[in-house]
């Protein structure tokens, strides 16, 4: 029973590509996040959303595009794929509930992307 | 601002060493809180710890210990008899709001330190 599952586990694609990162949590939390990590293992928010509205957005380029369509799933999408985006994409839930399953920030196994 | 600090890049070490792992961190906030992940080669974040501004309990989970000082903005992290499966990249984070809490919490992470264990 995986808590926050991400597909896929691995992605490599053609510079200008489109492509998207699915997230899906069985955790029943309100609060889910997009973070990115970097080839020297660096971790940084890139958004969150609350029940579906997006509540943080860290200067990320317009071409990812998060999208919430109920509070269990965040996809990322991804237009006209860079080089420099080649990273870890790691998608994580919480709960203020101290009641919740798994109370805290539960993080998904990472999507590598490669863009060659 | 929010920062947190983890000087050591790498440590080595051998096995059934003992090893602490520095981290310091800063916010202009009177509660936050404190985390510790694992990295292990297979690249999942897996959670260790959290810890709450007002809780200065230090933390003991078998061969884990933490050892949170507010007064010198510190949340170490000491690993006993350390064993080859320790062997990952460690992150100490932070976190001004709890966990999904007034909907802005955001986690901010060291750059890691990558323990290794030898035989």
């Known amino acids: 029973d995986t808590a926050v599952s991400q597909t896929p586990k691995y992605l490599v694609t053609q510079m200008g590509n489109d492509k998207s990162i699915k997230c899906e949590q069985n955790l029943g939390h309100d609060t889910m996040y997009w973070y990115k990590q970097d080839s020297k293992k660096f971790l940084k928010i890139m958004f969150s959303y609350n029940n579906k509205e997006l509540i943080i957005n860290e200067t990320v380029p317009n071409r990812f595009s998060p999208k919430s369509p109920d509070k269990a799933h965040l996809n990322l999408h991804i237009n006209s794929l860079e080089l420099g985006d080649s990273a870890v994409y790691f998608c994580?839930?919480?709960?203020?509930?101290?009641?919740?399953?798994?109370?805290?920030?539960?993080f998904g196994s990472g999507t590598r992307l490669t863009v060659v | 601002a929010q920062k947190v600090t983890q000087a050591q890049t790498e440590i080595s070490v051998v096995e059934k060493e003992d090893v602490t792992l520095d981290c310091v961190y800063e916010?202009?906030?009177?509660?936050?809180?404190l985390f510790w992940y694992k990295q292990p080669p297979s690249g999942e974040l897996v959670f260790l710890i959290r810890?709450?501004?007002?809780?200065?309990q230090n933390e003991i989970s078998g061969r884990y210990s933490w050892n949170f000082q507010k007064s010198t903005s510190s949340f170490n992290f000491t690993i006993t008899a350390s064993q080859v499966v320790d062997s990952a990249v460690y992150f100490c984070?932070?976190?001004?709001?709890?966990?999904?809490?007034?909907?802005?919490?955001?986690?901010?992470f060291g750059t890691g330190t990558r323990l290794q264990v030898f035989p």
């Open positions: 984070a932070l976190s001004e709001a709890p966990p999904g809490a007034y909907n802005t919490d955001k986690l901010i």
């Open positions: 994580a839930s919480s709960s203020w509930d101290r009641g919740a399953t798994n109370y805290g920030y539960t």
């Open positions: 916010t202009r906030d009177t509660t936050y809180y």
């Open positions: 810890r709450n501004s007002f809780d200065e």
